[in-house]
């Protein structure tokens, strides 16, 4: 599919996104927001997409919002960046689209990532970086509070210290930083970067099962702060249950006892288990 902001490309099962606006350094605007959240809407309805990588073309991840219009950027207008969260789209916007997405999801993140370009990527599963990525929570600097439910996400994944430490001083830090403090999982050479985390993603894609997966993705994100372990037996026990019974688990045991590849039957649109979504 055709987008304005975005360059979409589907194979082996891995849909890489570009975020394309090279020339603006992949600056985000209300339009990539609305993109975004419909590529990721509609990778998890194509049984054919497994797994998702998202980069940015030219020298850039994404520089943060595209301050052109100056401070009327930020405005509430529906045209503007927070504007957008008014466009039609999921709940939640692209952040919600991807988060609720079953299809995981890795950050390719080749140079600069400020602001939002940055929080786009933490309800995404795995962020590896070029040796020569940037990142910085510079809302502070701006008047601004940290957005895209980065509040949420960015204490999870690096913990409350870490997470205070980077929005308190607002300021640019380089891949090394992000290694140590847990943002990302893996600093590679430029030129790597899309190899290895395209490697990752077709992994992902020929060895798991797609139903596996999709549990595996919910099951981690909502129960990473479910306060009550009891909450979470309901979920997984009978979840396990009904999938054991699945051609999947026929499949990956034989799979495992001929020393082959698994070939799962399963498909996200309609071999989810019973129990799934279970929030609702």
């Known amino acids: 599919m055709a987008y304005e902001t975005i360059l979409s490309e589907l194979k082996d099962g891995v849909l890489t996104l570009t975020l394309n606006r090279p020339e603006q350094l992949n600056a985000y605007t209300a339009q990539m927001g609305i993109d975004l959240a419909d590529a990721f809407v509609a990778a998890d309805e194509d049984d054919a997409v497994r797994v998702i990588v998202v980069t940015g073309a030219g020298r850039h991840f994404c520089a943060g919002a595209d301050m052109g219009s100056g401070s009327d950027s930020f405005g509430d207008d529906g045209d503007r960046l927070f504007g957008a969260r008014k466009a039609p789209g999921p709940k939640g916007g692209f952040v919600g689209a991807i988060f609720a997405c079953r299809k995981p ?49 960015l204490p999870r994944l690096v913990g409350l ?11 640019v830090f380089g891949a090394e930083e992000a290694l140590r403090g847990g943002l990302v999982s893996e600093v590679v050479a430029p030129d790597d970067l899309l190899g290895r985390a395209q490697a990752l993603a077709r992994e992902i894609a020929e060895e798991t099962s797609p139903v596996s997966i999709a549990m595996v993705r919910q099951l981690l994100w909502r129960s990473a702060g479910e306060p009550d372990l009891f909450k979470v037996l309901a979920v997984d026990g009978p979840a396990n249950m009904a999938m054991g019974a699945s051609a999947d688990v026929k499949e990956g045991v034989a799979a495992f006892l001929e020393k082959r590849k698994p070939d799962f039957p399963g498909k996200v649109s309609s071999d989810m288990p019973p129990q799934y979504p279970w929030w609702d």
């Open 105 to 153: 999801s890795i950050a390719a993140i080749n140079g600069g990532a400020v602001g939002v370009g940055v929080t786009m990527t933490l309800p995404m599963d795995i962020r590896i970086c070029s040796d020569r990525a940037k990142f910085g929570f510079v809302f502070a600097r701006r008047g601004l509070a940290p957005e895209a439910g980065s509040a949420w996400f």
């Open 161 to 171: 210290p870490q997470a205070l430490r980077w929005c308190y001083r607002a300021d």
